[in-house]
């Protein structure tokens, strides 16, 4: 996938030796310790969950990361480049929280490890790199999520779309990972792993594109996205914005919160034809 959200193995590799570029590997801690790109940070974007998007939950997502990526010896200013095994959802997840808390500039490394794999100077290293903590100051950026109050507020009316990117059988109520099943009132459906092809890559902007205008989302809509606790959404989030959706927030509560919360609707679509 071309885009400025995303560079590919080559640019990292001309850009190893930028101080003001940094490297932050998304997959856990194991992973990291057999081997990642030279001078990566180890950042295990699934360590902390937030099931919880009232403005209490909303601030401690931000005061707890921003503590994480102040140990991660980042300031804001620098340019942090995400990656995994392939372009998924642990990346997605730690490029959202970066945006989110104001980082200046993020990209993801597309295809990841495997597109970088037999790229001279990417080879992959069992040795940290030094760095020291700095103050990490968040500039909350509100439009890259919406908390469940605001989502249950405008729930139906003009130009909001919301986007389910679980499992077909999540969506439809088949498999249930909460305490109730089915997806939320008049959301549209398209699992976020149709986003990525064989290679581990992102599918063409084109390609995505059409796919959602196939589910009647337009440019100008803005748009909701959500999963079960908030990586698959992420994923999509960029998938969409990369094939020119400009107004896509992560719903960061996620199924998780909408369906263990009683009072909160939920439907159970039907398969066509069922």
Same mark, same amino acid.
């Given at each position: 996938?071309?885009?400025?959200?995303f560079?590919? +193995?080559?640019?990292v590799?001309?850009?190893?030796?930028?101080e $003001?570029?940094v490297?932050?590997?998304?997959?856990?801690? $194991?992973d990291?310790w057999?081997?990642h790109l030279?001078?990566a940070?180890?950042?295990?974007?699934?360590?902390?969950?937030h099931p919880?998007?009232? @403005?209490?939950?909303?601030?401690?997502?931000?005061? *707890?990361?921003?503590?994480v990526?102040?140990l991660?010896?980042?300031s804001?200013n620098?340019?942090v480049v995400?990656y995994?095994? %392939?372009w998924?959802?642990?990346?997605?997840?730690?490029?959202?929280?970066?945006?989110?808390l104001?980082q200046e500039?993020?990209?993801i490394?597309?295809? #990841?490890?495997?597109a @970088?794999?037999g790229?001279?100077?990417?080879?992959?290293?069992?040795?940290?790199p030094?760095y020291?903590p700095?103050?990490?100051?968040? !500039?909350?950026r509100e439009?890259?999520?919406?908390?469940?109050?605001e989502? $249950?507020q %405008?729930?139906?009316?003009p130009g909001?779309?919301v986007?389910?990117?679980? !499992?077909?059988?999540?969506?439809?109520?088949?498999e249930?990972?909460?305490?109730?099943a089915?997806? /939320? +009132?008049?959301a549209v459906h398209?699992?976020y792993? *149709?986003? /990525?092809d064989?290679?581990?890559?992102? !599918?063409s902007?084109?390609? /995505?594109? %059409?796919a959602?205008e196939e589910?009647?989302?337009?440019?100008?809509?803005?748009?909701?996205?959500?999963c079960?606790?908030?990586?698959r959404? @992420?994923?999509?989030?960029?998938?969409?914005?990369a094939?020119?959706?400009g107004?896509?927030r992560?719903?960061? #509560?996620a199924?998780?919160?909408? @369906?263990? %919360?009683?009072e909160?609707p939920i439907?159970t +679509?039907?398969r066509?034809?069922?």
């Amino acid at each position: 996938m071309s885009n400025d959200i995303f560079v590919d +193995p080559q640019w990292v590799a001309r850009h190893l030796a930028d101080e $003001k570029v940094v490297l932050l590997d998304a997959r856990a801690g $194991k992973d990291y310790w057999a081997g990642h790109l030279p001078g990566a940070r180890p950042f295990d974007a699934n360590l902390l969950s937030h099931p919880e998007s009232t @403005a209490a939950g909303l601030a401690s997502l931000v005061a *707890q990361h921003a503590s994480v990526f102040s140990l991660l010896g980042l300031s804001g200013n620098e340019h942090v480049v995400v990656y995994e095994e %392939r372009w998924d959802t642990r990346a997605a997840r730690a490029a959202w929280l970066l945006h989110y808390l104001g980082q200046e500039r993020v990209s993801i490394l597309d295809g #990841g490890l495997r597109a @970088a794999d037999g790229v001279a100077g990417l080879e992959r290293t069992a040795r940290a790199p030094a760095y020291a903590p700095r103050d990490y100051i968040p !500039r909350v950026r509100e439009q890259w999520t919406i908390g469940v109050d605001e989502l $249950k507020q %405008r729930l139906g009316t003009p130009g909001l779309r919301v986007v389910d990117t679980r !499992r077909a059988t999540e969506y439809f109520g088949e498999e249930r990972r909460a305490r109730r099943a089915g997806a /939320i +009132p008049g959301a549209v459906h398209r699992d976020y792993a *149709q986003n /990525i092809d064989e290679a581990g890559l992102g !599918r063409s902007a084109a390609d /995505i594109r %059409r796919a959602y205008e196939e589910l009647g989302l337009r440019p100008d809509d803005e748009i909701v996205v959500y999963c079960g606790g908030g990586a698959r959404a @992420a994923h999509t989030l960029y998938a969409l914005r990369a094939a020119g959706y400009g107004n896509v927030r992560n719903y960061a #509560g996620a199924w998780n919160e909408w @369906a263990n %919360r009683e009072e909160l609707p939920i439907e159970t +679509p039907a398969r066509d034809g069922a």
